[in-house]
C-alpha cells in the first residue's frame, strides 16, 4: 500500500471523527474543552449604571451640596439626586438616578459641604450595557475554553458552560526493551515517548485516562486495544513491520478499517490511522521519539481537535533560513525556532532524539522539491501548558519577512497566528539526514 501524502493524512485524521456530545459543567470544569454552543450574555455589560472614578457623582450645574455617599456593593436604596445635589462615590458603585457625570477627586474644590468644579455631561459614567447588551452572541462555538473566556463567562453571568465533553485517549505503550525509570542498560532503553503524551493530549483538546505496557505480543495488543473507556487508542510502536510488531495484525484481528497506513513524512513514515468496527479510532506512533511527536501531531492532533469540536484553524507560514536537506517525495518535519524575523532549523533531529524539538517554537513543513518558499509552521506546546497537566502514571507491566497567516485550512493556533517567544540565538544547523 502506497504511503498516504503528509497534506492527505491529516485531511484524514480530522474527517476520522465527530465532535462528542455537548455536556453542561461548571466554570472551573469547562477550561481546555470547547464551546458546544454560542457564548450569550446573559447580562449587560455592565450590568448596571456604574462610576467609573472615585469622585461625586452630581446632579445639574453646580456648585453641589454633598448629600452622601455610596460605595461599590451598598445593598441600601440609592435615592434620586435632585439638581444642585450630589453624593460621593466609588468606582463601580451604582450611580443614582439624576445624576449628569461623575466629578472626579483630583478635579474637585470641596468648601464646606459643598463641591465645585467643572463637568461634561455623561462623563465617567459607564452605562448598562455600553460594553455588552444583554443577549448579545460573544464567542461563537467551537472557541476553545481558556481561563480568560471563562473570567468573561462569569463576567456575562454564567455559572456553567455547555461544552463537547473532551476525548478519552488510552496509551498502550510498547517494547520489551523499555524502562520506565532509571539509567539506560543494555539493550535496554528509556520510554521517552508516553512521559511527552500527557502535554501533547491535553493541548489538542484530549485527556489521556489510561496508560498500559505491554509484551511485543499480538493478543496483548489486541487485550489493551478492547478496552471501551476511550474514544482514541494510542499504540506507541509496533507500527513497522519487524518481526516483533504486531500492530497491523491486531487491527486485522479487530477487523479494524486502516485509514492511513504510512506517511510520506520524513521523520515518522510509519504511523498508523485504524477506525473500530465501534467507532472508536486507533494512532500507531513509531517507536523513534522524535518520529512518535511527527506522528501525533500529523494524525492525533487533528483527530483530537474534531473530537473536542473546535474549529478548524488557519495554516499559519514563516520564511525559514538555512540548510534544510530537501526531499524529492516526502515531507520533512524540521524543528525550527525564532531567530529576527524568520525561523531557522536547530538541528538535532534524528527520529530518536528529542534534542532539537525541545528546544524549538515549532515544527517548519517542509514539502517535496521544495524551493525556498514560506513554509508551514506546526506549533509546539509550550512549557508553561504542558506543566499544567497531571501525568497519570503507567499501569503495571534575506528579504526576510514576518512570519503570517496563509490562507490554507489546517490545524494550528487560534486565529491562525503563530506567536514564537523570543529565544537566545542559534547556530543554523544542517539537518540531518532521516
Known amino acids: 500500500m502506497n504511503a498516504t501524502s503528509w497534506p492527505e493524512a491529516r485531511r484524514v485524521a480530522r474527517s476520522a471523527g465527530h ?27 455592565p450590568a448596571y449604571d456604574a462610576a467609573a472614578m472615585d469622585g461625586y457623582a452630581v446632579s445639574g450645574p453646580g456648585p453641589w451640596r454633598v448629600t452622601g455617599r ?3 456593593g451598598d445593598a441600601r436604596p440609592v435615592e434620586p439626586l435632585l439638581p444642585g445635589t450630589a453624593v460621593e462615590i466609588a468606582t463601580g458603585a451604582l ?27 455623561g462623563r465617567h459614567i459607564r452605562r448598562r450595557g455600553d460594553d455588552c447588551p444583554l443577549g448579545e452572541e460573544v464567542l461563537p462555538a467551537g472557541t476553545l475554553v481558556t481561563p ?85 487508542v494510542v499504540v506507541c510502536g509496533a507500527t513497522s513491520v519487524g518481526a516483533a510488531d504486531h500492530l497491523r495484525g491486531a487491527l486485522e484481528a479487530l477487523a479494524a478499517q486502516v485509514r492511513v497506513h504510512g506517511v510520506a ?53 514563516a520564511r525559514l533560513v538555512g540548510p534544510v536537506k530537501v526531499l524529492d517525495r516526502d515531507t520533512r518535519l524540521v524543528p525550527v525556532a525564532r531567530e529576527g524575523s524568520v525561523v531557522v532549523p536547530v538541528g538535532h533531529d534524528r527520529p530518536g532524539l528529542l534534542w532539537g524539538a525541545a528546544e524549538a517554537n515549532a515544527l517548519a513543513v517542509v514539502p517535496p522539491g521544495w524551493q525556498g518558499a ?41 486565529g491562525g497566528v503563530l506567536r514564537l ?14
Open 148 to 232: 480568560t473566556l471563562l473570567g468573561l463567562a462569569a463576567s456575562l453571568g454564567h455559572d456553567r458552560l455547555t461544552v463537547h465533553r473532551r476525548p478519552r485517549v488510552g496509551v498502550v505503550v510498547t517494547g520489551a526493551e523499555l524502562l520506565s525509570h532509571g539509567l539506560p542498560t543494555p539493550g535496554r532503553v528509556r520510554d521517552a515517548i508516553s512521559p511527552m503524551l500527557p502535554g501533547l493530549v491535553d493541548s489538542a483538546g484530549g485527556v489521556i485516562t489510561w496508560t498500559t505496557r505491554v509484551t511485543d505480543d499480538k493478543t496483548a495488543l489486541v487485550e489493551a486495544m478492547s478496552r471501551p473507556d476511550a474514544e482514541i
Open 265 to 317: 513524512c520524513r521523520p515518522g513514515h510509519p504511523q498508523l490511522l485504524a477506525t473500530l468496527p465501534d467507532g472508536r479510532c486507533v494512532v500507531g506512533l513509531p517507536g523513534n521519539p522524535y518520529a512518535a511527536l511527527v506522528a501525533a501531531l500529523t494524525l492525533l492532533t487533528p483527530l483530537l481537535g474534531r473530537l473536542a469540536g473546535r474549529a478548524q484553524r488557519r495554516a499559519v507560514t
Open 95 to 121: 450611580v443614582p438616578a439624576g445624576v449628569d457625570a461623575v466629578l472626579p477627586y483630583e478635579r474637585a474644590r470641596s468648601r464646606s459641604d459643598r463641591v465645585h468644579g467643572e463637568i461634561e455631561t
Open 374 to 414: 514560506e513554509v508551514e509552521l506546526l506549533a509546539l506546546p509550550d512549557a508553561d501548558a504542558a506543566a499544567a497537566v497531571a501525568v497519570r502514571p503507567p499501569e503495571p507491566e534575506s528579504g526576510p519577512t514576518p512570519p503570517e497567516v496563509a490562507p490554507t485550512g489546517a490545524d494550528g493556533p487560534p
Open 19 to 45: 465532535p462528542l456530545d455537548p455536556t453542561d459543567v461548571t466554570l472551573p470544569e469547562a477550561l481546555g474543552a470547547t464551546l458546544a454552543v454560542p457564548l450569550v450574555a446573559l447580562s449587560p455589560l
Open 70 to 72: 455610596v460605595l461599590a
Open 421 to 434: 517567544p523570543a529565544r537566545t540565538p542559534l547556530a543554523v544547523a544542517t539537518t540531518s539526514e532521516n
